[in-house]
């Protein structure tokens, strides 16, 4: 026979009711051991399947991280040729601006040379 841990917190007088079965005791560990087994099987279960799922977003992000990662290496080649067009751009503004400036001083020596000499005229159009 097994009594009650907390048999004095019952205030009871009839010490039969304290009496525990070990028949039934025994029933009542086998049935919340199987509780636990199934618990147990179902959160195996479930750890796999986030196992599963985690490794199957690890390979997306992995691939999502290489398309980006060769769409940052074009973009940054498109800079380079941007630049090196800015640069080429802002060179012919420059030589345009002083062919602005020569022009007019290559007219005026043009007028002081002999009429067969001079040049044809120069112009941008």
Sequence with gaps: MFYPILKSSIDMKDD????????RLVKLADVFKNHL????????????ALSTEIKHLDF???????NYIEKQKKY???????????DLNVSVKKIRRNMDEILP???????????????????FE
């Design 16 to 23: 039969n009711l304290y009496l525990m079965q070990p028949d």
């Design 37 to 48: 087994s199934i618990c147990a099987f179902n959160v195996t279960k479930d750890q796999e």
């Design 60 to 66: 997306v992000i992995e691939l999502l991280m290489q």
């Design 76 to 86: 940054a080649k498109y800079c380079e040729q941007m630049k090196a067009v800015n």
């Design 105 to 123: 001083m290559i007219k005026s020596i043009n007028e002081f040379l002999p009429e067969e000499d001079r040049l044809e005229e120069f112009s």
